[in-house]
Nanobody, 126 residues
Framework: QVQLVESGGGLVQAGESLRLSCAVSGRIFSNYLMSWFRQAPGKEREFVAGIRWSTGTTQYTDSVKGRFTISRDNAKNTVYLEMNNLKPEDTAVYYC???????????????????WGQGTQVTVSS
């Protein structure tokens, strides 16, 4: 089993920054893929960013490129999502998710992930 615990959400104004954290525990493999998704009210869960733990390679959805950065801390078993220049349309519940079998070709598909955190709310006011 794998446990994921997110933190760092909150209420900010447009243009401000937040850093989300996702602490990973349990049975961990070095090649797992860790991703951030978000879900706004009435919308489907959307892939935001992903990182391959072993290589550090990353992938982002177009709407956050240049503003968000995903990173990991091996010693702390934690993945971060640094969010800069936040916009009202970034408002959503943000979830971290992981899977040991996905490739980059399937990384954006939420229902393929086996493990999820509980989510953290990010609200950006205009």
């Amino acid at each position: 089993q794998v446990q994921l615990v997110e933190s760092g959400g909150g209420l900010v104004q447009a243009g401000e920054s937040l850093r989300l954290s996702c602490a990973v525990s349990g049975r961990i493999f070095s090649n797992y893929l860790m991703s951030w998704f978000r879900q706004a009210p009435g919308k489907e869960r959307e892939f935001v960013a992903g990182i391959r733990w072993s290589t550090g390679t990353t992938q982002y959805t177009d709407s956050v490129k240049g503003r968000f950065t995903i990173s990991r801390d091996n010693a702390k078993n934690t993945v971060y999502l640094e969010m800069n220049n936040l916009k009202p349309e970034d408002t959503a519940v943000y979830y971290c998710a992981t899977d040991f079998t996905l490739s980059w070709a399937t990384a954006t598909t939420a229902n393929l992930y086996d493990y999820w955190g509980q989510g953290t709310q990010v609200t950006v006011s205009s």
